[in-house]
């Protein structure tokens, strides 16, 4: 599957910015916390085990870092913008 998302925040060239910031994987066993929490520096949302369901119409895993993600690149964005 290939990455139709892009990069929304390429443009601002952020130091922590993330080349690749969601992936899909492909493979039913990932993305697995040991092994992908670190990607991109731990700033890449992992996307995987996407399938079908009865319940939801689609069921998947994410794998994010959240507090890297939200306090560095946030403060970056702001900085850049010249809100501080």
Do not use: C
Not at 38 to 59: A, P, T
Not at 63 to 69: D, E, M, S, V, Y
Request: aromatic share 10%.
């Amino acid at each position: 599957m290939a990455n139709i998302w892009g990069n929304p925040i390429a443009l601002f060239d952020l130091p922590s910015a993330p080349a690749e910031p969601i992936h899909v994987y492909e493979e039913s066993r990932y993305p697995q916390s040991r092994l992908h929490a670190n990607r991109e520096k731990g700033m890449q949302l992992g996307i995987g085990r996407l399938r079908r369901d009865s319940v939801f119409d689609i069921y998947y895993l994410a794998l994010a870092r959240n507090t890297i993600r939200g306090a560095v690149l946030n403060a970056e964005l702001l900085v850049e913008k010249g809100y501080l």
